[in-house]
């Protein structure tokens, strides 16, 4: 047996990888330079400063040790977040088709539950404020009982990210079994082949609704504005990962990007029927949904305030309704 065919796929592979890994580190620069930026007026970051030169910085900074019941797990999280959102793009590649297991529909969900559950860890895991413990009951008139365990500020947006698991990310799923309803199957190389043969479903009302749905639970899952509950800087600041420092801030920045970039090319495999293969055309396709959504969202988040969960609620179940709407026209 000849590894010249294996050498080749396992090429191209690393190389779709690393070109999305790259491209990724400038999508957060073009979203809050290029466009919230100049729709706000003001001048903005430089292009690589949020995705290349802030993790850079970072990771040349002091690691500061938080308080953590568990710290071996509680310092894992960003990399197993990264794990996650690197199987997912794996999974979309064209060379992977063949293991169905790892390329289906019901892998991929699994993968993102992944990541929503490492920011519910993060903020259960950290005991600190700003790094530093407060090992003192609270004695101010009106306070806990000195017995109870105190409550931090990654504790709140823990209980958020749990509400955003249980509730908020259901507009991205019901999107992604779209596809699966009008192609009668979860693998990506039917729902492909299917596009391939028939036309993009983009193009269909299924489609068009799916379209809509999957980029609000796009914004849902990258918590911007105005579903930026997870980590609103009006009250918990940075979220789950606020005691975060070095080269572990540095791997969520550089996730953040990656990530936004696999959101895009999931939606090019899922409605577009074009797979990353960077020997093929079709990955400016890829490129052009990856650098399209975050333009949008910057436009959508530069002219909205914070939703509670009193807006939040009605848009993601309105959102959802359309979701199963969209599936059963599929199905018909």
């Not at 802030?54 to 797990?73: D, H, Q, R, T, V």
């Not at 017995?147 to 947006?157: G, H, M």
Request: hydrophobic share 55%; charged share 10%.
């Amino acid at each position: 047996m000849s590894y010249i065919p294996i050498l080749q796929v396992t090429l191209t592979v690393i190389s779709t990888l690393a070109l999305a890994f790259i491209i990724g580190t400038l999508l957060p620069g073009i979203e809050r330079k290029y466009i919230q930026a100049r729709i706000q007026q003001r001048i903005g970051p430089p292009v690589t400063s949020p995705g290349i030169m802030a993790p850079l910085k970072f990771s040349f900074k002091e690691n500061l040790n938080p308080n953590s019941p568990l710290p071996s797990l509680y310092k894992s999280l960003p990399i197993i977040c990264f794990f996650a959102v690197f199987l997912i793009l794996l999974s979309l590649t064209p060379q992977m088709y063949g293991f169905k297991a790892f390329t289906s529909i019901i892998a991929i969900v699994g993968f993102l539950k992944v990541e929503e559950v490492a920011y519910v860890l993060m903020g259960s895991l950290s005991k600190s404020v700003m790094s530093l413990g407060l090992p003192f009951p609270d004695l101010a008139k009106g306070a806990a009982h000195p017995d109870t365990e105190r409550s931090y500020l990654e504790d709140i947006s823990s209980k958020r990210a749990f509400r955003m698991i249980a509730f908020g990310s259901f507009p991205l799923y019901l999107a992604m079994f779209i596809p699966v309803a009008i192609s009668q199957s979860i693998f990506l190389s039917d729902i492909v082949a299917y596009q391939q043969a028939n036309g993009p479903f983009i193009f269909t009302v299924a489609g068009i609704i799916g379209a809509i749905v999957f980029f609000i639970g796009y914004m849902i899952l990258l918590n911007e504005y105005p579903f930026s509950i997870l980590k609103a800087k009006a009250d918990v600041i940075e979220g789950p990962y606020m005691e975060y420092s070095s080269k572990y801030r540095s791997v969520l920045y550089l996730t953040r990007g990656f990530f936004m970039f696999t959101l895009g090319v999931l939606f090019s495999v899922l409605f577009i029927g074009i797979p990353p293969n960077i020997l093929s055309w079709g990955i400016l396709v890829n490129i052009a949904v990856a650098l399209i959504f975050p333009v949008l969202m910057s436009i959508m988040s530069a002219f909205s305030p914070v939703f509670t969960y009193r807006q939040f609620y009605p848009v993601v179940a309105a959102t959802s309704i359309l979701g199963v709407l969209a599936i059963v026209i599929g199905l018909l």
